[in-house]
């Protein structure tokens, strides 16, 4: 199966500031990854699909890009709703499989 | 509007059986691919089955046998019959609407807990 990695497992970042997220596929997935952010006791919401295709009503702070085997998704500027666990997921090879995710907190 | 509403949840002892289900509204399962996803306390995701608009099931490796995925399209209803189950089963299981034709999940319900325990 395709294994997904993203880095860093932790990222500190002040409100305002600019993030950036990583996934890395095992093998190449094309351009099918998605992104998902998972806030605490919910479940998770997808924001990005196609690696750079935004997801309806989420804000344009966040961008994806990448394809083959290397992702970023990049969040301009945080704000305080954005911090939470960031996952990515790859949707081209089976079985589909997820990152083990990027928790973004206040530093 | 589109929702997803998980029940069927709790405390069940390693070796025995749960069956989950899904609620859905808004839209109808039968036209979807619909999966399970699950999520162990504290830990990422993980796909665990789908079925698609076809009726075509497919399961992840670690529940191959044991789990079994379905849906009853007159209460518009999707279910996870579990058996065997395992304290590595003990996760909060996610009911999820595929987007299209693809293997990635636009809507999910809230999730239900399962606590293989003795």
């Known amino acids: 199966e395709t294994v997904m990695t993203q880095s860093p497992a932790t990222l500190s970042v002040s409100p305002g500031e600019r993030a950036t997220l990583s996934c890395r596929a095992s093998q190449s997935v094309s351009s099918n990854l998605a992104w998902y952010q998972q806030k605490p006791g919910q479940a998770p919401r997808v924001l990005m699909s196609?690696?750079?295709t935004r997801a309806p009503d989420i804000p344009a702070r966040f961008s994806g890009s990448g394809s083959g085997t290397e992702f970023t998704l990049t969040i301009s500027s945080l704000q305080s709703e954005d911090f939470a666990v960031y996952y990515c997921?790859?949707?081209?090879?089976?079985?589909?499989?997820f990152g083990q995710g990027t928790k973004v907190e206040i530093k | 509007e589109v929702q997803l509403v998980e029940s069927g949840g709790g405390l069940i002892l390693p070796g025995g059986s749960l069956r989950l289900s899904c609620a859905a509204s808004g839209f109808a399962v039968s036209s979807n691919y619909m999966s399970w996803v699950r999520q162990a306390p504290g830990k990422g995701l993980e796909w665990v089955s789908i079925i698609y608009s076809s009726g075509t099931t497919y399961y992840a490796d670690s529940v191959k046998g044991r789990f079994t995925i379905s849906r009853d399209n007159s209460k518009n209803a999707l279910y996870l019959q579990m058996n065997s189950l395992r304290a590595e089963d003990t996760a909060v299981y996610y009911c999820a609407r595929g987007k299209s034709s693809n293997w990635y999940w636009e809507y999910w319900g809230q999730g239900t807990l399962v606590t293989v325990s003795s």
């Open positions: 196609g690696a750079s």
């Open positions: 997921q790859q949707y081209n090879n089976w079985p589909p499989t």
